[in-house]
Nanobody, 121 residues
């Protein structure tokens, strides 16, 4: 089973930027669909973004579509979430996701430990 390690979170002012990284173990990373979820305090985990195995297809949640970009580097077994124009409502723990077939609202793992993003107003 693939293991996921997220990094890059932190505290940023509204309007700022962060780039999250997720390193994945396993030789089959390049064939996996990769994605990002987030969970704000008191709320359910929310599906934010996904990217196909070759980066050719991406999905972004409507509320982040013009501000976030998902990228991957298969040579480094890493997927990124570039977050610009951050808003306080983006505050959450962000989790990486990986699946050999698909990622959607029904995804149930594996999960990494998550990385905290806090956006101050």
């Amino acid at each position: 089973q693939v293991q996921l390690v997220e990094s890059g979170g932190g505290l940023v002012q509204a309007g700022g930027s962060l780039r999250l990284s997720c390193s994945a173990s396993g030789r089959t990373f390049s064939s996996y669909v990769m994605g990002w979820f987030r969970q704000a305090p008191g709320k359910e985990r929310e599906f934010v973004a996904k990217i196909s195995w070759n980066g050719g297809n991406t999905y972004l949640l409507n509320s982040v579509k013009c501000r976030f970009t998902i990228l991957r580097d298969n040579a480094k077994n890493t997927v990124y979430l570039q977050m610009n124009s951050l808003k306080p409502e983006d505050t959450a723990v962000y989790y990486c996701a990986a699946d050999p077939h698909e990622i959607d609202d029904f995804y149930r793992g594996p999960w990494g430990q998550g990385t905290q993003v806090t956006v101050s107003s």
